[in-house]
Nanobody, 125 residues
Framework: QVTLVESGGGLVQAGGSLSLSCLAS????????MGWFRQAPGKEREFVAA????????NYADSVKMRFTISRDNAKNTGYLQMDSLKPEDTAVYYC??????????????????WGQGTQVTVSS
């Protein structure tokens, strides 16, 4: 059983930046691939970004490519999402998630085993 805790959300103006963190309770964080998802009110959970176990491979949703950066520090059992040039349409609850072993898709929520409770990101116009 693994607990994930997101932090760093808040309210920013369009064009601003936020840095999200995801602290994992497991001491074998490096054994898990990690992803970030977001969910806006009335919408389905949406893939944002994913990173491989050692950080060598990454994938981004087209909507955040060139603006968001996913990273991880396995020594700290922590994943990160740096968000720059934020837009109002980025407003959502952001979740980190991890999965053990390979999956069939980077983007499918069902591929991930453990989820955090989410952190609210609100971008004003």
């Amino acid at each position: 059983q693994v607990t994930l805790v997101e932090s760093g959300g808040g309210l920013v103006q369009a064009g601003g930046s936020l840095s999200l963190s995801c602290l994992a309770s497991t001491r074998t964080f490096s054994a898990y691939c990690m992803g970030w998802f977001r969910q806006a009110p009335g919408k389905e959970r949406e893939f944002v970004a994913a990173i491989s176990r050692s950080g060598g491979s990454i994938n981004y949703a087209d909507s955040v490519k060139m603006r968001f950066t996913i990273s991880r520090d396995n020594a700290k059992n922590t994943g990160y999402l740096q968000m720059d040039s934020l837009k109002p349409e980025d407003t959502a609850v952001y979740y980190c998630a991890i999965r053990s072993g390979p999956g069939s898709s980077w983007t499918g929520p069902d591929e991930y085993n453990y989820w955090g409770q989410g952190t609210q990101v609100t971008v004003s116009s």
